[in-house]
């Protein structure tokens, strides 16, 4: 499964919320992949006045932060439970989202800098970005630590099964993988298998 010549490998991740797929994303792009974030993507389309106006046309100036940006802690509070509002959001945001995400893994592959691609978006299997992958991942961790680690982002039980209730089951994710990464111990036990992983996708 090495990558050819001229095409490097798409490395795709998937697991629950909170389980750490931005840290093995970070991880593998110290080891040389090009990082395609849906988190900064969707940043930068929030910042699109386009976007913007039509945010404030659905839920007002209650959305924006002091600064006249888009607040998302702010309009996450409106969006999520509310399956009508949320599916408003997304229909703004997500094609946008997606479309980045498309042109930046595009981009990455005609340059021909680096040996992998790796895009880190937690709606890979549900916005159809797992097509776009020669390999997926799964940041595998257990419920419990993840409802820890969701605690540090001031999210309690109930805020993480609303926010994973729009998203693929995690077991689902899981058997969609070809790999399997563990990430409930330390960093460095992370990283050891982030290092043999690469290693054995790239061929080496």
């Not at 991942?137 to 605690?151: M, T």
């Not at 995690?170 to 290693?199: C, D, G, M, P, Y």
Request: with cysteine; charged share 25%.
């Amino acid at each position: 499964m090495s990558p050819s010549e001229g095409h490097p490998l798409v490395i795709g991740l998937l697991g629950g919320i909170a389980a750490g797929k931005t840290t093995v994303a970070r991880m593998l792009a110290d080891l040389g992949a090009i990082l395609v974030s849906a988190d900064e993507i969707g940043h930068a389309v929030l910042d699109r006045p386009e976007i913007r106006d039509r945010i404030v046309a659905r839920w007002g100036k209650e959305a924006l932060g002091g600064d006249g940006r888009v607040d998302r802690r702010r309009l996450g509070q409106r969006v999520f439970g509310e399956p009508e509002e949320l599916a408003a959001l997304e229909a703004i945001t997500h094609p946008a989202i997606v479309a980045a995400i498309r042109e930046q893994v595009a981009a990455a592959r005609r340059s021909g800098q680096g040996a992998a691609i790796v895009v880190d978006a937690p709606l890979l299997m549900e916005a159809g970005l797992d097509t776009l992958c020669d390999a997926l991942v799964f940041v595998g961790c257990p419920r419990e630590v993840r409802l820890a680690r969701a605690a540090e982002r001031g999210w309690d039980a109930s805020e993480l099964h609303r926010r994973e209730s729009h998203q693929r089951p995690v077991e689902a994710k899981r058997r969609r993988a070809r790999f399997i990464i563990e990430n409930h111990a330390s960093q460095e036990t992370t990283f050891q298998q982030v290092q043999q992983l690469w290693q054995e996708m790239l061929g080496r």
